[in-house]
């Protein structure tokens, strides 16, 4: 079974940095995954594809603040400079032979 | 740039089958190197994945939902629909469409666009 585990929320002030966790089941440790950034009442973003050596693709638009990094079973989206809009809920997506999988989401809240 | 929006009832009745239009415009739905998705949201709830459709006409969908689920394709509307039958409360949500890029992948791979999302009522 393909499963991602999210930390619910985190918290960081404006201008500071944040790195967010998703972390890979065993057996899927060397999973490929993507990050999505969900503004409030808006729809979900794409914002990068990252794979188990560091590697990542970014959307289109998305600004240099946003990188990632991988070790072992962990995936993490670091947000540098924080923003007020950066406040949103991410989530991390796998897939494993056509079947696909959500982490339950981490709230982000700048303070 | 391709966009995608979602349309269909808002409202559906308990024990009936909720039906949702998935329709592409500014690119191809006609092409191997991307899929369809379906992904849906409850109200103050994370994002779950409902399904996939591929240009070789394979589908996945949740097993958790397989036995109630169906996807289609009409290419010459460049539309793709859901079908979630025999639904109950448990099934309101935000149902959002998606692309999805298979980067290489036979199947799966990041999904890259989102459609904004359509709310459904179960009542």
């Known amino acids: 079974q393909l499963v991602l585990t999210q930390s619910p929320s985190a918290s960081a002030s404006l201008g500071a940095s944040v790195k967010l966790t998703c972390t890979l089941n065993s057996g899927h440790s060397t999973y490929a995954i993507a990050w999505h950034q969900q503004q409030p009442e808006k729809g979900p973003r794409y914002l990068m594809k990252?794979?188990?050596?560091?590697?990542?693709s970014k959307g289109d638009g998305i600004p240099d603040r946003f990188s990632g990094s991988s070790s072992g079973a962990e995936r993490y989206l670091t947000i540098s400079s924080l923003q007020s809009e950066d406040e949103a809920d991410y989530y991390c997506?796998?897939?494993?032979?056509?079947?696909?999988?959500f982490g339950g989401g981490t709230k982000l809240t700048v303070l | 740039q391709l966009q995608l929006q979602e349309s269909g009832p808002g409202l559906v009745k308990p024990s009936e089958t909720l039906s949702l239009t998935c329709t592409v415009s500014g690119g191809s739905i006609s092409s191997s190197s991307y899929y369809w998705g379906w992904i849906r949201q409850p109200p103050g709830k994370g994002l779950e994945w409902i399904g996939s459709l591929y240009y070789s006409g394979s589908t996945y969908y949740n097993p958790s939902l397989k036995s109630r689920v169906t996807m289609s394709v009409d290419t010459s509307k460049s539309q793709f629909s859901l079908k979630l039958s025999s639904v109950t409360a448990a099934d309101t949500a935000m149902y959002h469409c998606?692309?999805?890029?298979?980067?290489?992948?036979?199947?799966?791979?990041?999904?890259?666009?989102w459609g904004q999302g359509t709310m459904v009522t179960v009542s």
């Open positions: 990252l794979n188990s050596d560091g590697s990542q």
């Open positions: 997506q796998t897939w494993d032979a056509g079947i696909q999988a």
């Open positions: 998606a692309r999805g890029d298979k980067g290489g992948y036979t199947y799966g791979g990041t999904i890259d666009i």
